[in-house]
């Protein structure tokens, strides 16, 4: 399975994005998480769909900013970013695994080579 992101750049704080993960294959059976990776850090959780629609936030700060949804007709995942702020600037990758239940990325089995995301003004 290969995993495309898309959908990032250069906004101002409060500005919004949204990104987009482009599946090879069907979605059909997996979990998808977005991670990011912000420079000097390490890869961390934001938030998962499962297969069924359920939602998994590995992160409390995402909550009321950041949300998922999936188009399994498309084979496409998308983040939706609201009031964005400098920390959010990174690498932001989606990942695919069978299930939400581990926010550890190096348990996820696919990933996508991420995109940039910066929030400067």
């Known amino acids: 399975l290969a995993l495309v992101e898309s959908g990032g750049g250069l906004v101002q704080p409060g500005e919004s994005l949204r990104l987009s993960c482009a599946a090879s294959g069907s979605l059909d059976y997996w979990a998808i998480g977005w991670f990011r990776q912000a420079p000097g850090k390490e890869r961390e959780g934001l938030l998962c769909?499962?297969?069924?629609?359920?939602?998994?936030y590995y992160a409390d700060f995402v909550k009321g900013r950041f949300t998922i949804s999936r188009d399994d007709a498309g084979n496409m995942v998308y983040l939706q970013m609201n009031n964005l702020k400098p920390e959010d600037t990174g690498v932001y990758y989606c990942?695919?695994?069978?299930?939400?239940?581990?926010?550890?990325?190096?348990?996820?089995?696919?990933w996508g080579q991420g995109t940039q995301v910066t929030v400067s003004s």
């Open positions: 769909i499962s297969s069924r629609g359920a939602r998994t």
């Open positions: 990942g695919a695994d069978n299930f939400c239940g581990n926010s550890d990325w190096r348990k996820y089995e696919y």
